[in-house]
């Protein structure tokens, strides 16, 4: 059977009404979803589709759906597969993120070999020599399970049956990264926050100071924000996937920021300030899908070398969480990702309550092999 590839359109602003492609993405991404997961915290809206193509001011997207070459005049519900194909602008500029989805009741029959070899296209023609991908399982195998699959850090185990993985495989992608994914049920047990942040705050003494902000990064910090995010790209553990630092300016800051309101998200962050140096130490971030009530995500939690060993990551942490019961309520849920390899970070959101809830496998193929 062959495919038609058709591309998303790319919209003239984020508030356009979805096509009929990006519906079709967001219904595929939601099935794919409910599937792995067990909910559809994770499933994108098609106006959210809409949005991510319409800022494309620090990464080339492209979105793609499959669709059988015999359909003429093609609906959302005829669409059997989905693609995004993802292209940093300002660094790692040799990279493509590629991320893949087929129809449960479409695969087997060579959906996902179109929409790859489409990937492959894009990535090319941008001048792209590094393809990343990631797949996501809901349940990490046991270490004695013969089906469980290392990579070379020695860190977290792959299911080596599933259908994720054996496409990796087939197509010469190497396993270089296991992702723990971790679920918090909330709202955490205020005895157990105030035990956590007190020990935490002994630890970290009178030099620092706790900010916080929503949505924006204040004026007065962006400059420092920068540095922490840019310390972030080479910071956390990447294993083998080939990574380069990003650098990160106010500019970048505020675009991002107008990419995730546009995107119906929004984010509550809390910082430590070093008094005596006037730095921002280190910043957690609590992002938020205004459609999703029920659910947030912990993303980027990070800490400046020189000011490790203060327990600032649980002290940033537990007063995020704080906010997150006074001023969220709603919220049952969050997510988050770690490297199998940061035992440091891991060994907080444990302490925290984070149970595991599967895991994903990062993937690297370098087209010039």
């Known amino acids: 059977m062959s495919y038609r590839i058709i591309e998303v359109p790319e919209p003239t602003s984020a508030t356009d009404t979805p096509s009929w492609q990006a519906t079709a993405v967001a219904e595929v991404s939601e099935a794919i979803d409910i599937e792995t997961w067990g ?6 809206s098609a106006q959210q589709v809409v949005a991510g193509l319409a800022h494309q001011e620090n990464a080339v997207k492209r979105r793609f759906v499959a669709v059988d070459a015999a359909v003429d005049d093609p609906t959302a519900s005829d669409v059997l597969g989905i693609g995004v194909v993802w292209m940093p602008r300002h660094d790692n500029v040799a990279t493509a993120d590629v991320d893949l989805g087929t129809r449960a009741d479409a695969r087997g029959r060579g959906v996902g070999a179109a929409l790859w070899a489409h990937a492959l296209d894009v990535a090319r023609a941008h001048g792209r020599t590094i393809v990343h991908g990631w797949t996501g399982y809901a349940t990490e195998p046991a270490a004695d399970d013969p089906d469980a699959l290392a990579p070379p850090t020695g860190y977290g185990r792959v299911p080596a049956s599933a259908p ?3 496409f990796a495989l087939a197509r010469g992608c190497r396993l270089e990264q296991a992702e723990r994914h971790s679920v918090l049920e909330v709202p955490v047990d205020p005895d157990l926050l105030d035990r956590l942040g007190d020990e935490a705050a002994e630890r970290a003494g009178t030099d620092y100071e706790l900010v916080a902000w929503s949505d924006r990064v204040p004026d007065e910090w962006v400059e420092e924000f920068c540095v922490l995010q840019t310390a972030m790209s080479t910071d956390a553990p990447t294993a083998g996937l080939t990574t380069e630092e990003e650098v990160w300016t106010p500019e970048r800051v505020r675009s991002v920021e107008s990419a995730i309101a546009d995107n119906g998200m929004s984010t509550m962050t809390v910082a430590a300030l070093h008094r005596p140096s006037g730095q921002l130490a280190g910043y957690t971030e609590l992002s938020f899908v205004d459609h999703k ?12 070398s ?5 327990r600032l990551g649980m002290l940033l942490k537990v007063a995020n969480l704080r906010r997150l019961a006074t001023e969220r309520p ?7 990702w770690n490297a199998e390899e940061n035992d440091h970070m891991l060994s907080i959101n444990v302490a925290l309550g984070f149970r595991p809830a599967g895991g994903g496998a990062g993937w690297e193929l370098r087209l010039e092999d």
Do not use: Y
């Not at 009530?293 to 400046?304: D, K």
């Not at 919220?331 to 988050?336: D, G, L, M």
């Open 293 to 304: 009530p029920q659910a947030c995500f912990q993303e980027n939690t990070i800490v400046r």
């Open 306 to 310: 020189e000011h490790r060993g203060h």
């Open 330 to 336: 709603q919220v049952r849920r969050v997510h988050t």
């Open 164 to 166: 994720g993985t054996r």
């Open 39 to 44: 909910n559809d915290d994770l499933a994108i």
